[in-house]
């Protein structure tokens, strides 16, 4: 009797939580597979002509979303290695150094707590064209003897560089503080018998170091596909709201556009974007999970 009273209690003290889980979490998400399923669903009527594909099949043949497919892969498939490789490296460097330790690490960490369109306006300004300068990065170009490059309203390859380095500087101060961290975990009896061994440091990185933190470059790895897969903000900063007409835009903005944008007022398409988008992001967790199965040491 004590127990299903105990029980009673811990349900008691959940409750609160469990209703704004249900209110604001699995009711917004039922209703949003609701609506990808209901064909030409008219907003003002609160109508619909039936229920199928339709949403689906209209998302994946119009031409803005397949571009925003494609400006997300690229930015993920750049950023999301990039970003924990350099991390790496920096973390590493980190650990190795001891006069003024902190200070490099705030320095590497300022960019996490620094507002997202704040850093956005900065690279904008490194790389924007204007009346009066070409920019700092042309001026670089320049010295060097090359010829000024339009990065914010030029060609494409350009504004997906900005946004690649854009990304990569934005979400590499995170990954940087968890590595670091891991980097301090790891035991130092296992360096100091490698040492004495007269393992090299190519060795000992491969066979002690590597292993005992590849549970966090595995978790940084997943958290980075997801959170590419989710950018938007970052590209908002750089090039504007209207990224359809500056060819930049991603999933997420997409699916804004459809909602609030000036072509918006069709959550049903929104929906089914957002459903392709976690199928999508669901299926390369999935691969990642069995790719790493066997590698990541526990």
């Known amino acids: 009797m004590e127990g299903n009273g105990n029980n009673k209690k811990a349900w008691l003290y959940l409750l609160p939580a469990l209703v704004f889980l249900g209110v604001f979490m699995v009711y917004p998400l039922v209703d949003v597979v ?44 750049i950023t999301v290695p990039l970003s924990t490789g350099l991390a790496l490296l920096i973390s590493l460097g980190l650990s190795s150094i001891k006069p003024l ?8 960490f300022l960019p996490y707590v620094t507002n997202t369109l704040a850093v956005g306006l900065v690279f904008m300004i490194l790389f924007k064209k204007t009346a009066y300068s070409d920019g700092m990065v042309n001026l670089l170009i320049n010295a060097f003897g090359g010829e000024s490059v339009d990065f914010i309203d030029g060609p494409y390859w350009a504004k997906m560089l900005v946004m690649c ?17 891991a980097l301090a975990s790891v035991n130092q009896d296992y360096y100091n018998a490698a040492r004495i061994d007269g393992t090299s440091r190519g060795r000992i990185f491969t066979r002690i170091t590597l292993p005992m933190i590849s549970p966090m470059i595995f978790y940084l790895v997943i958290t980075g596909f997801i959170g590419a897969f989710k950018a938007y903000a970052d590209e908002v900063a750089i090039f504007g709201v209207n990224l359809d007409e500056a060819g930049m835009n991603t999933i997420v903005g997409y699916v804004y556009n459809m909602l609030y944008g000036n072509s918006g007022g069709y959550p049903s398409y929104a929906s089914a974007a957002a459903l392709i988008l976690f199928l999508i992001v669901f299926t390369i967790t999935v691969i990642n999970l069995m790719l790493s199965k066997g590698k990541v040491s526990t």
């Open 34 to 77: 609701i609506y990808a399923f209901e064909e030409k669903f008219n907003f003002a009527s609160q109508t619909y002509t039936g229920v199928g594909w339709y949403n689906f099949s209209k998302v994946l043949h119009d031409p803005y979303f397949l571009q925003a497919v494609k400006n997300t892969f690229i930015i993920v498939v």
């Open 101 to 108: 330790k902190q200070a490099y690490q705030t320095v590497f």
């Open 165 to 181: 380095l854009y990304t990569v500087w934005v979400v590499m101060p995170f990954k940087i503080l968890i590595l670091t961290s």
